[in-house]
């Protein structure tokens, strides 16, 4: 069983390619649910999940109010609706934009860290704002792990870049070394140095 409950993502600018190829690298058996924010217009078409399927053997879903949240997923946030974590399910709100963006990274991951606090892996992707830098930073405090896509290697850095700036003890990849971090992570929690067998 793995130390971890769930991953939550997010992204802004260049996000499709930066998904894609952090999906494409993980098993479609991975043991936890992925909760992911990609920044989207409100009048963007439908085309995301679709798009990353056709790159990953893990379920793609655009998320619905309730929906349980599944190991070997991807739950993507919609268009215009924060997503929040509650125990084992999605929220969906309208409430004001957060950083001007609905949905927020930030909210994703203020929910998840005190949802599953020690159990929560956060991850910042590229991105041309700050949101998910506060949310990061308050996943930590709750005991979760951070990760940051390495700016020198993201399409637009300022949102990693921010991330790093408010957390300076998260771990710093390239997507191919995120994706091998989460499946050790959550495969192997023994090795991490982090968690205990249980």
Aim: proline letters at 8%; hydrophobic letters at 40%.
């Amino acid at each position: 069983m793995s130390a971890y409950s769930i991953v939550v993502i997010g992204t802004s600018w260049g996000g499709l390619a930066a998904l894609s190829k952090l999906f494409g690298a993980l098993p479609g058996d991975f043991p936890i649910p992925i909760a992911v924010v990609q920044h989207r217009s409100k009048e963007s078409e439908r085309l995301l999940p679709q798009l990353l399927q056709d790159v990953t053997d893990l379920k793609i879903c655009e998320m619905d109010d309730k929906d349980p949240l599944l190991p070997g997923t991807v739950h993507l946030a919609p268009a215009d609706y924060h997503a929040l974590i509650d125990e084992g399910m999605v929220t969906l709100t309208v409430e004001d934009p957060v950083r001007f963006s609905r949905p927020s990274i930030d909210l994703l991951f203020i929910s998840a860290a005190d949802t599953y606090r020690k159990g929560t892996i956060g991850i910042v992707l590229t991105g041309a704002n700050e949101d998910g830098s506060r949310g990061l930073q308050h996943l930590v405090k709750r005991g979760g792990f951070a990760i940051v896509q390495d700016p020198k290697n993201a399409e637009i850095p300022i949102m990693p870049s921010a991330a790093i700036k408010a957390v300076p003890s998260a771990e710093v990849l390239s997507l191919e070394g995120i994706a091998a971090r989460l499946i050790e992570l959550t495969l192997e929690p023994v090795h991490t140095g982090r968690r205990t067998p249980r």
